[in-house]
């Protein structure tokens, strides 16, 4: 009975995930036609926003892909995707203003942030290892494999919930330095919340179907023990 009523409701956050990540793509593709007063393009306007808080020694590059931004803590260095690098769009600005509030979080000792780089190498070793003991526990009956495979889960799990506030905290940094340094005006703001708050439901998608899969798995351990 559990095992339906279980993929049920994983069949159903991986519904919404889906239509999360349809959504972020949408408002970004849509607002990526917008052209900002000011021409600013993402990478201007992360290094403005860098600028303007006293951060000299964070670098901003161009990398390839699609919507592949990110801000890497280890070399501080925000990674903009040649559509958001390059571009002077609403869109753009959004997530390249994002990203620097990921590195002015790391210049801050923001603890979220930290606590999501502590856990980063436990949560790419359970990622890889726990699926193989999941499967190699429940074929070979095995409860203590299971077990072990769930505790490697936890990692991931922990990290996707952990990425949350981080996520929620960069994008209100953004949209308030947007507005307090005039990188965009008036109705743009508006515009960028609704880009900003796209993205984040993907993260708010990622960690639901976690912690479900996770509680599954726990329910399959007891039910083997």
Known sequence: MYYGSGYFMLLILMILAFFANMGVKNTFNKYHKVRNVRGLTGA????????SNGVYDVRVERISGYLSDHYDPRSKTIRLSEPVYDNPSVASVSVACHEAG??????G????????TAVLPAAQLGSKAAWPL????VILSLPMFINIGVI???????????????E??????????????????????????????AAAMTYVAAAAIAV???IRFLLMANRRD
């Open 44 to 51: 201007q306007a992360a290094e403005q926003m860098l600028r």
């Open 152 to 166: 490697f889960f936890s990692f991931s799990v922990l990290f996707q919930v952990i990425t949350l506030p981080v």
């Open 109 to 116: 000792g923001y603890v979220p942030l930290s606590l999501r």
């Open 102 to 107: 990921h590195a002015l979080q790391h210049e």
């Open 134 to 137: 999941l499967i190699a526990g």
């Open 168 to 197: 929620f905290n960069a994008s209100s940094r953004a949209l308030r330095m947007m507005n307090e340094y005039g990188i965009l005006v008036d109705e743009e703001n508006s515009h960028a919340r609704k880009v900003l708050t």
């Open 212 to 214: 479900g899969q996770l």
